[in-house]
Nanobody, 115 residues
Framework: QVQVVESGGGLVQPGGSLRLSCTGS????????MGWYRQAPGKQRELVAS???????TYVDSVKGRFTISRDNSKNTIYLQMNRLKPEDTAVYYC?????????WGQGTQVTVSS
C-alpha cells in the first residue's frame, strides 16, 4: 500500500516563502508523474503543480512564476517551493500522482498566509 507524508507547512506572512516536502513508501516516485494539490476551506481540492519523470512541469495559472515543483528520486521525495505567497494560497496541501490522483490521500500539510 502506498503511503505519502507531507510536511513543511506553517504560518507565513504575505510575500514569504515555504518549501513543502512529500515522501512516499510503497511506490517509486521516479517512475510516476506526481503532483501537489491543495484544498482551501469550502473549496474543492485542486491540482496546482505536476511533474513527470521526464521533468515536464505544469502549473495552475494562479501559481505560475511563484511555485516550483521538483523531485529528488534518491530520496523518493517531491518538493514544492512556494515564493511570494498570498493569502489566497492558504490551504491544506497534499501530494499524490498527477494529474490524476490514484494513491490514498495523506494527512496533508497546512499552509496559512496571513499578516
Amino acid at each position: 500500500q502506498v503511503q505519502v507524508v507531507e510536511s513543511g507547512g506553517g504560518l507565513v506572512q504575505p510575500g514569504g516563502s515555504l518549501r513543502l516536502s512529500c515522501t512516499g513508501s510503497g511506490a517509486r516516485f521516479s517512475f510516476t508523474s506526481m503532483g501537489w494539490y491543495r484544498q482551501a476551506p469550502g473549496k474543492q481540492r485542486e491540482l496546482v503543480a505536476s511533474d513527470t519523470p521526464g521533468g515536464t512541469t505544469t502549473y495552475v495559472d494562479s501559481v505560475k512564476g511563484r511555485f516550483t515543483i521538483s523531485r529528488d528520486n534518491s530520496k523518493n521525495t517531491i518538493y514544492l517551493q512556494m515564493n511570494r505567497l498570498k493569502p489566497e494560497d492558504t490551504a491544506v496541501y497534499y501530494c499524490n500522482t498527477g494529474p490524476r490522483a490514484v494513491f490514498s490521500w495523506g494527512q496533508g500539510t497546512q499552509v496559512t498566509v496571513s499578516s
